[in-house]
């Protein structure tokens, strides 16, 4: 039988101070998603007819609408039918 040493984690973080980290982490993708976002309206000003970009828009606005959901909001999921 062949056993595998195990290893320990020896930094201790707190449930608080993780999430710390993570909210502030969120809080950089929310401005970093609406930097983009402006780029991405642009991007489709310059071609109004390209149907793709309404294309990227929408399976945005699903993917957002489970990140709401999983921050206890289902409103957008419920609206738009998706299964959660």
């Known amino acids: ?8 984690k020896t930094t201790k973080q707190t449930a608080a101070a993780c999430y710390a980290e993570r909210h502030a982490e ?14 991405h309206r642009g991007c489709q000003a310059q071609e109004p007819a390209n149907w793709g970009y309404a ?22 999921v419920d609206r738009k039918g998706l299964e959660y």
């Open 1 to 8: 039988m062949c056993s595998m040493p195990r290893t320990t």
């Open 26 to 39: 969120c809080q950089d993708l929310l401005k970093r998603i609406a930097f983009r976002l402006d780029v």
């Open 55 to 76: 294309g990227d828009l929408g399976r945005v606005t699903e993917e957002l609408a489970y990140v709401l959901a999983s921050l206890g909001d289902r409103s957008a």
